[in-house]
């Protein structure tokens, strides 16, 4: 192969700058400096790495200062003895792809990249169903709603789909609560409004009742007296209401995103801030931790959401592993 070629072939096209690209580019990053001098020295010199990201900035959700930590543990240079010095990723922003082929990338600016692998992270378009219940609803209020849901379905506090009668329910990715379209399409969102949903139909509410005016009407209690969860109380206590359910409310438990040399980013919100919650005005109070320290946060999290113990001996035994003896791949 020509020096061309060996380059098409070691370059990396990673499309979308959220936490999910970023820290596929920062692993693949350590994996040429910590175990690529080991196995592949004499081709590191061709390793290119492509971060493309139609937004002007990257890690979006992140603030500032967190994201040109981000930025510049990944633009790092890299010394391997023998080779001259490294700095193979670049980050390209405000470049929207609008093809890619089996050895293109194209973008809407007319240029184009070369690659030999590609990652897409930058999310994907509504699935069928979602498109063919907005549709079958042209006639309802989710039409209107369409303006502030943008191909997603619009929801009341209560998950349920606007114009559907009580009778749909829509939560995660799909879905977008009442006229707020800022909750990000996360897992940490979509297992919360799975909780509550459970817990809602779990009690016993009647969710399609309508007045007079066959306007839905919110939950209402079907037992005056069964018995009600703290949040429910609260909710109760705040509205005036005790028949009627509480409606749902996102807790921010933080975001995180690893950035390469166990280094991470770690942002969680501690306090409100000033104006509407979940808009582009909402200022919270979040505490910010970066650097090792935020690796170690990083990495007691991610051992606190496994599932069972046998998993956390597991993903623990592998780390120690990986430090010691670096990583186990194969050469063919």
Do not use: H
């Not at 992140?62 to 543990?73: L, P, Q, S, V, Y």
């Not at 169903?129 to 369409?146: C, G, N, V, Y």
């Not at 909780?195 to 939950?219: I, Q, R, T, V, W």
């Not at 005005?281 to 931790?289: A, D, E």
Request: overall charge negative; aromatic content about 10%; proline content about 5%.
């Amino acid at each position: 192969m020509s020096d061309e070629e060996i380059e098409k072939e070691l370059t990396f096209v990673i499309v979308g700058a959220g936490p999910t690209g970023i820290e596929f580019a920062a692993e693949l990053l350590d994996f040429i400096e910590s175990d690529g001098p080991r196995f592949y020295k004499k081709l590191l010199p061709f390793v290119r790495i492509k971060i493309v990201e139609a937004a002007p900035t990257i890690l979006r959700p992140f603030e500032d200062g967190m994201k040109d930590e981000a930025i510049r543990r990944l633009t790092r240079t890299i010394e391997i003895e023998g080779i001259p010095t490294l700095q193979p990723l670049e980050i390209l922003l405000n470049k929207q792809v609008s093809e890619v082929s089996a050895n293109y990338i194209y973008f809407k600016d007319g240029e184009k990249i070369n690659y030999g692998m590609s990652l897409w992270a930058a999310g994907i378009g509504p699935l069928p169903l979602t498109t063919s219940l907005i549709e079958e609803m042209e006639d309802t209020e989710q039409k209107s709603a369409q303006e502030y849901a943008r191909g997603r379905l619009a929801v009341d506090p209560w998950l349920r789909v606007v114009g559907g009668e009580g009778k749909i329910f829509s939560l995660g990715d799909c879905s977008c609560v009442s006229n707020t379209p800022f909750l990000a399409a996360t897992a940490q969102v979509a297992s919360q409004q799975g909780e509550f949903l459970g817990k809602l139909m779990s009690n016993d509410y009647c969710l399609d009742f309508n007045d007079a005016n066959d306007k839905l009407l919110p939950p209402m209690a079907i037992d005056a007296d069964q018995e009600k969860s703290l949040s429910q109380q609260i909710a109760s206590f705040s509205t005036g209401e005790s028949d009627i359910a509480a409606p749902f409310q996102y807790l921010d438990l933080g975001i995180l995103a690893y950035t390469g040399s166990g280094t991470a980013l770690a942002q969680v919100q501690v306090a409100p801030g000033k104006g509407e919650p979940m808009s582009e005005t909402w200022n919270p109070v979040r505490l910010q931790v970066k650097g090792k320290l935020g690796f170690g946060l990083w990495r007691t999290i991610y051992l606190w959401k496994q599932t069972s113990p046998k998993n956390v001996v597991l993903v623990t035994l592998d780390w120690l592993k990986v430090k010691l003896f670096g990583r186990d791949i194969s050469i063919l």
